[in-house]
């Protein structure tokens, strides 16, 4: 039971949350933010609604056919969706900062509640919580007695896939605030990302002959699974199934103490917050004051001094957050795993054999496409990352667009260097490209990065959000940028692959080059018209976007 003080701060949690929202509404920005999650849940639910169909499908299959070990297949797929979708996809997150609760004088246990509440709204749990009713559904019609110990086994396994995100979350924002855990875990990652490397050859060198060994790895694989969550409550669905109560009671109190356990780490991070804890690393100031020389700024040929410190200052932010150096380089690192990687030993198979032989000709520009993709977070929120510090640009002597036009110079360098180390790498695994594909790839750029500066420039100022490089698991823009970030990219990417399709048509790749830049002739412009307006917008629309990103 719920304590009286606990679920009258849950209470009184909730309507302030209700009473922000109705308050949001009032203005322009509340309404379009309310019309993008109606069409983002509408998006959301036909996928649930296809998920729930299946897993319906295929549980109430393996029941009545008397194969209820593959439940544990379906049971893999939601775990898997539950956990690596907030990971990938932070831009449908809808998680609150927790956090700023323990300003107000609430207990430990609402505040342990509120982080579980928070999580299980999230997209990731509420399509979890889909598949798994829908599991329970089919079950349920193959065998209408299984029906309270299935809802037990699957509620069991719900509670432990929510636990375990919120715990990843917590531990991540912990190990990340540290430099040292910081700079490991990048290694790891990056490690992790090149040994998919490995896997292409590998089954290439397998796949020449017949191995045994394979088939015991498999089974073997098979029984390990079984000690996971998934496996766990698919077997313990699985043996009441075939009439044996012992086991599947026995797999069910293994998936119990594993969410238990799970749980107490999630408690060890969050007492911790909620006692104070701080994790700056800043080092003390030392006890003799050193004299130190004056560092000159950064000095850019052809533009001014304002410029070159605000290009400065951003390209000095990138630097030291790992996560958006790492996110910044994936072209890279995709082009090596899709070269090197499984999908290597496709091309053994005669089909795709003769679709790799003109896979050469557009891999370029289909890693210069994502470069720009990789470039959605900066570019439709440059504002997020500065914070307060937005306050600083607004009494400084000079003009807003001198501001822009330096965010929008970092973004171009690195878009530059994404561009120029996609095709050293693509010349190197795949062959070098086409003379007449590097021309007319660098005029797509020239097309879609000026359509995308202008439009980001806008909608970082229309809707702002403040960021956090150190976080998982929430959203790094609004409802509104992600839905029109994504539907610009939508055109863009569309044009681009309608131009190259129909310069192939012709047989002549060079046609492809006037065409992107005749719509370059029009998207520049277009980027230097919002540029020259950006600063009575930006006056405009000030107390928003220092409201937004100054709030604690």
């Not at 806008?458 to 029109?484: E, H, M, W």
């Amino acid at each position: 039971m719920i304590r009286p003080e606990v679920s009258s701060q849950l209470i009184a949690i909730a309507e302030l949350r209700w009473r922000m929202f109705l308050n949001g509404l009032r203005s322009k920005r509340g309404k379009m933010e309310l019309a993008s999650r109606i069409l983002v849940t509408l998006a959301f639910s036909l996928g649930g609604l296809l998920a729930f169909t299946l897993a319906t499908g295929f549980a109430w299959y393996f029941v009545s056919q008397n194969k209820a070990e593959y439940l544990a297949i379906l049971l893999w797929a939601v775990f898997l969706f539950w956990q690596l979708f907030p990971v990938m996809a932070t831009a449908f997150t809808n998680n609150p900062d927790s956090a700023e609760l323990l300003r107000f004088p609430i207990t430990y246990g609402s505040y342990f509640l509120i982080r579980l509440a928070y999580g299980f709204f999230d997209p990731a749990s509420a399509l979890g919580t889909v598949g798994l009713s829908g599991i329970l559904l089919g079950i349920t019609l193959a065998r209408p007695l299984l029906f309270p110990y299935t809802l037990l086994v699957l509620f069991t396994f719900a509670l432990l896939n929510l636990v375990l995100m919120q715990t990843i979350f917590a531990w991540l924002e912990r190990w990340l605030a540290q430099r040292r855990t910081r700079e490991i875990i990048s290694v790891l990652f990056i490690l992790t990302m090149f040994s998919f490397q490995l896997i292409g050859p590998l089954m290439g060198r397998l796949g020449r002959k017949p191995h045994p060994e394979l088939n015991q790895a498999f089974e073997m694989g098979a029984r390990v699974q079984a000690f996971f969550p998934p496996g766990l409550a698919g077997s313990a669905i699985a043996q009441f199934s075939h009439a044996r109560f012992l086991p599947g009671l026995a797999s069910l109190a293994f998936l119990g103490a594993l969410t238990l356990a799970i749980g107490i780490l999630l408690h060890l991070r969050l007492r911790a917050q909620f006692r104070g804890e701080n994790l700056n690393e800043a080092a003390a100031r030392p006890a003799s004051v050193q004299t130190q020389g004056l560092r000159v700024g950064w000095n850019l040929p052809g533009f001014s001094q304002p410029v070159a410190a605000v290009f400065e200052k951003e390209m000095r932010y990138l630097a030291r957050s790992g996560p958006m150096l790492l996110t910044l380089i994936m072209p890279i690192l995709m082009l090596l795993i899709f070269r090197l990687g499984p999908m290597n030993s496709l091309r053994h198979s005669s089909a795709f054999s003769r679709s790799f032989s003109r896979t050469p000709d557009m891999a370029f520009p289909g890693v210069a496409a994502y470069a720009i993709l990789v470039l959605t977070n900066l570019l439709f929120n440059s504002f997020g990352g500065d914070g307060g510090g937005i306050q600083f640009f607004y009494a400084s002597p000079i003009n807003f667009r001198q501001i822009v036009l330096a965010k929008n110079l970092t973004h171009a360098s690195i878009l530059a260097v994404n561009t120029a180390l996609a095709w050293i790498a693509v010349s190197y695994l795949y062959g070098r490209p086409h003379l007449a594909v590097s021309v007319a790839t660098i005029a797509g750029l020239l097309f879609a990065a000026p359509l995308n500066f202008a439009a980001g420039n806008l909608l970082s100022i229309y809707a702002p959000k403040k960021r956090d490089f150190s976080t998982f698991g929430r959203q790094n823009a609004s409802q509104t940028t992600v839905l029109a970030s994504f539907g610009l990219q939508i055109v863009t990417v569309g044009l681009g692959v309608a131009i190259f399709m129909l310069a192939r048509l012709y047989q002549n790749p060079w046609l492809a080059t006037p065409l992107f830049l005749m719509l370059a002739a029009v998207t520049i412009p277009i980027y230097f018209m919002v540029l020259r307006h950006i600063d009575g917008i930006a006056i405009e629309r000030r107390e928003t976007l220092v409201a937004e990103l100054c709030r604690a």
